[in-house]
Structure formats: structure tokens, C-alpha cells
């Protein structure tokens, strides 16, 4: 891959490099040769980072004594100011626009995949679902189509196990629904509880709004460098860190949120936490496909007119009909594992229906996609602290496997899992990567196993659970997660299943069409 640069109206060929390169180009730049491997978060005589520099001698961005070339000199000045230089923002962002972008529930439009603009609910104009969108929610118009199929009653409530960033108890709670929701990840519970306040006034969001970009725009540069040390964003790893937010845009979210912690309303304070939050993953390198990738060298939006963005947006939706119509509506979000029976202890026969997108086993780590927002609120400050959720969620990837991790045999024996795991076995005998995919796929059952059970002890009778689940494929081997989950709610006791297809997928490493369907349990 090359990058054309123009100079002197001479257009030059420069070689695009991975970011762990560019960010070493960066720091020789800055006259900081002895210190490359920790400035980029790897020990300092790291092989990783020796590989690096040896790639970029033979690119001819570096020489042998660890100089920058011409060519590397043309490759820094066409990203270097960007990423290093703070905006020139007027200090007109410091007022809110007298009309706001005013959206309605009929401003959705799904599109022929059923899930929206790919982020699962839809328009941008969404009203609060566009607060923070997660990549694996499904289309609201779902939720209201099986609550007007199998609601029994409004005393009872709408269940989503894996709630997410709270598409469920949303669109329940437009329809006038109470809801319920838990999520095993502290920083998406936290998202979705903001999304379900609606009884904030929006005068008060106006004038806080008004005072954190006043503050913002008079901190001086220096101070801004500062505010990374006192941030809980501070926290995460220097290499991590990097990957997601240019230098700027790292400090620009911390000076942000550190003036927001200054705030006394705790509702407003935890509101504007969220939107700092949603900002901060708007203008980073991530994209989601579905894995989490960096592109360094994207042109992104600037901090602080997105975070305007982003408030005006809310001071529209909360006043939309429906939300302030239904506002009182009960909705309650628990932090915590459904695997575990004490999590909805309280609501036993509470329930008469359940909608929701558990994990698949696609060795997707979900916490790598909401990492920043992990440590930016404060819920994660060492690796650690990510090992301690990631041992109570639904082991859908070989990066979830521990040791003390075993299936049970009631699980591991059932004739079409054990044929997978076994054909999966043969195939992946001569490798060594340390990933036990047959293991992952025996653990992923296993939980759902327990979920599955967790979750017929909430339903009243007649009760329904809608699982939004696809088939995943390893080696060509293809795994029909509807099907044997239909068979383990019979081994519960769920009297009854049904598959509907949801839609079909195609992965980009295989052509083999996966479908994803929606499985309907009848406690």
C-alpha cells in the first residue's frame, strides 16, 4: 500500500505503514530515540518494537541510525499536525442552536437487512437510541413487533438478559411497557441507564452545556496536556490508548470529562459522562467489522463540535411525544450475570416476555469493543479489572477460556455438539495457537445452558423468550446454535420452541449464507 502526497505539485510515493510504525516515526520526530519502546507502551528492548523499526529502515522512512528519511519526513508532515495540533474552536460552540434537529418515531426506516444503518436501530435520527449505539443491537421495530405478538400483560415485564446499550426496555418503554434489562459490562450498564432517564429538563442540560465549553475553551493548551494524568482515561494502557485517540483527541476527552466531574446535579454530571463518552468513540480510530479495528491515518470529526452534536441531540429527544408521554414508565437495568441465579432473584415469575440478542460463539471478545468506554468511566483501571468481567460473561470466544473452565457433561455429550466438536478437533489437530475452539464452543452451550434455565425461573407460565442467535461456521464446519439451543430448553423444560429466520449473513472468509434466526421458547 502506498500514499500519493503531493509536493510542489510533484506527487510522491510514500509507503502506508501500520500505526505501531507511524507512532515510531512520530516519537524519532520528536528527538526521542532512546525512549521508543515504552513511549509506545512495549518494554523497552521489545522484539515487537525492533521488528518495527527494522521494517521501517527497509521502507526507507528510517536510515540506519535512526534518522528520518525524506520519505519519512513527507509521511509525518501529512498526519503529524492533525493529530497533534488542538482546533481553533469559536467561542460561538459555547451556545446551543436555537432550533434543534427535531426527530419522531416516524423518522425510522429500516433498511432491507432489517437492522437499520448496521448499528441495529436505524436512522441517526433515531430519538435516544442515537444517544450511543452498540453494534450488535437488533432493529427496534423487532421489540415492538413481539411485544404486540406475545405481550400477556402490562403487569408484568419485558425482559432483555443481554440488554446492551438498551434497545429493549427502549422501544418497551416508548410503548408503554415497564422493562427490565441486565448486562454483565459496568460501562454499557451505565450508557443504558442515561439512555432510560428521560426526566431530565433540558434547561438544566443547556445551561451545564453552556458552562463545560466555556471552561473547556478557557484552559489554556498546557493544561489540557495535563488532564490525561488526573483522568480515569489515564488509566488505560499507553499502547491501547494510542490505537483509539490521537494525542489531541486524548486530551481533549479528559480535560472534558474532568470538568464534568465538576458539576453538582449527579443526573446531569452522569448524562454529559455519557455523551463525553459516545464523543470520544465518534472521533477515534475504531471501526467495528465486527471485530474492532484502528485506522489511524481516517480523517475524523473534531472533539468538541460532535459533543454539541451530541447535546443537541438529546435536548431534541426528550422532547419528543412519546418520551415525554411515557417517561415515568418503569425501567431497570441490573449489572450483572444472568449465568448467575442470584442476579434476577427478586423477579421470579415476573416476566411474560423475553427479547434478546444473546452472545454467538464467533470469538468476538466484546469488552475489546467497549474498552475505551470501560476505562474512560472509571469501571476498568488494570487488565485485571478487565479479566474480573470478562470471567462472568457468556464464553461466546476462545479468549473468554480459562482454565478452571470445564463443560459439564450433560452439555458435551449431546450427539450433534459432540459431532462438531469432534470434526472441529481433527481439523485443527496440527495447529498450535493456543485457542481451544471445541473447548469455546462446549463452554458456550454450557452457559447458555444455565441462562436458559436462569431465565424460566423469571417466566410466568405461557411466558415467551425470543433468542436472536446465528449459526456460526469454523473450518467449514458449520455450528447450528438455534438448533441445539432449541434442544437444551427442552432439557430445561420449555415446552415448546420454534425457528423463524431473522436474516442472512455472509462472512467475508467464507461463502457459505449463515442465517440468523429468531428462536421462540414457551415456558
Not at 167 to 174: G, N, P, Q, Y
Request: glycine residues 4%; charged residues 25%; hydrophobic residues 35%.
Amino acid at each position: 500500500m502506498t500514499e500519493l502526497i503531493n509536493t510542489n505539485n510533484i506527487k510522491t510515493k510514500v509507503p502506508k505503514v501500520p500505526y505501531l510504525q507511524y507512532e515510531i516515526l512520530e516519537i524519532i520526530f520528536e528527538g526521542d530515540k532512546a525512549n521508543i519502546g515504552t513511549k509506545v507502551g512495549f518494554p523497552k528492548e521489545s522484539l515487537i518494537v525492533k521488528s518495527a523499526i527494522k521494517s521501517l529502515i527497509e521502507k526507507e522512512l528510517l536510515d540506519s541510525d535512526l534518522n528520518l528519511t525524506n520519505r519519512g519526513n513527507l509521511l509525518l508532515k501529512t498526519h503529524y499536525y492533525e493529530r497533534h495540533t488542538y482546533p481553533e474552536y469559536p467561542h460561538t460552540l459555547t451556545k446551543l442552536g436555537e432550533s434543534y434537529h427535531s426527530a419522531t418515531l416516524f423518522d425510522y426506516v429500516p433498511s432491507s437487512n432489517g437492522n437499520g444503518n448496521g448499528n441495529g436501530n436505524g436512522n441517526a435520527s433515531d430519538p435516544i437510541f442515537r444517544w450511543y449505539k452498540y453494534l450488535e443491537d437488533f432493529p427496534q421495530h423487532f421489540v415492538s413487533d413481539c411485544i404486540k405478538k406475545y405481550k400477556i400483560s402490562n403487569e408484568y415485564y419485558v425482559l432483555d438478559p443481554f440488554s446492551g446499550s438498551g434497545t429493549t426496555l427502549i422501544r418497551a418503554k416508548m410503548d408503554g411497557y415497564k422493562s427490565l434489562g441486565v448486562d454483565v459490562n459496568p460501562a454499557i450498564v451505565f450508557i443504558a441507564r442515561q439512555k432510560l432517564n428521560w426526566n431530565i429538563k433540558t434547561e438544566s442540560i443547556v445551561k451545564a452545556y453552556s458552562q463545560l465549553v466555556s471552561e473547556f475553551l478557557n484552559t489554556p493548551e498546557d493544561k489540557k496536556k495535563e488532564a490525561l494524568i488526573s483522568s480515569p482515561l489515564g488509566k488505560m494502557p499507553k499502547k491501547e490508548l494510542n490505537q483509539w485517540l490521537s494525542p489531541v483527541k486524548q486530551n481533549e476527552t479528559a480535560l472534558m470529562l474532568n470538568i464534568i466531574e465538576t458539576l453538582d446535579d449527579n443526573e446531569i454530571k452522569n448524562l454529559f459522562k455519557c455523551l463525553v463518552t459516545k464523543t470520544a468513540v465518534d472521533v477515534s480510530y475504531v471501526a467495528f467489522c465486527p471485530g474492532t479495528t484502528f485506522y489511524p491515518f481516517r480523517k475524523k470529526p473534531h472533539f468538541l463540535t460532535e459533543f454539541k452534536k451530541l447535546v443537541e441531540w438529546v435536548i431534541s429527544d426528550l422532547k419528543v411525544e412519546q418520551v415525554v408521554t411515557n417517561k415515568h414508565i418503569e425501567s431497570t437495568i441490573v449489572e450483572g450475570s444472568i449465568k448467575d441465579e442470584l442476579t434476577l432473584k427478586d423477579y421470579k415469575n415476573k416476566v411474560d416476555v423475553i427479547i434478546t440478542s444473546p452472545p454467538y460463539p464467533n470469538d468476538l471478545e466484546y469488552t475489546r469493543q467497549t474498552r475505551l468506554e470501560m476505562y474512560l468511566l472509571g469501571y476498568v483501571k488494570s487488565m485485571n479489572d478487565v479479566q474480573n468481567v470478562k470471567r462472568k460473561m457468556v464464553k461466546g470466544s476462545t479468549k473468554l477460556i480459562f482454565n478452571t473452565d470445564a463443560p459439564t457433561a450433560n452439555i458435551s455429550e449431546i450427539s450433534s455438539l459432540k459431532k462438531i466438536t469432534n470434526e472441529l478437533s481433527e481439523k485443527l489437530k496440527d495447529k498450535n495457537w493456543g485457542f481451544d475452539y471445541p473447548k469455546m464452543i462446549n463452554m458456550y452451550f454450557t452457559d447458555m445452558y444455565t441462562c436458559l434455565a436462569n431465565l424460566h425461573e423469571v417466566l410466568v407460565k405461557d411466558g415467551v423468550c425470543i433468542l436472536v442467535v446465528g449459526d456460526q461456521t469454523f473450518k467449514g464446519i458449520v455450528i447450528p446454535v438455534a438448533e441445539i439451543l432449541a434442544e437444551i430448553s427442552q432439557m430445561i423444560g420449555y415446552r415448546t420452541s420454534n425457528i423463524e429466520l431473522h436474516r442472512e449473513r455472509r462472512s467475508t472468509g467464507h461463502d457459505i449464507p449463515i442465517p440468523e434466526e429468531n428462536l421462540i421458547l414457551v415456558k
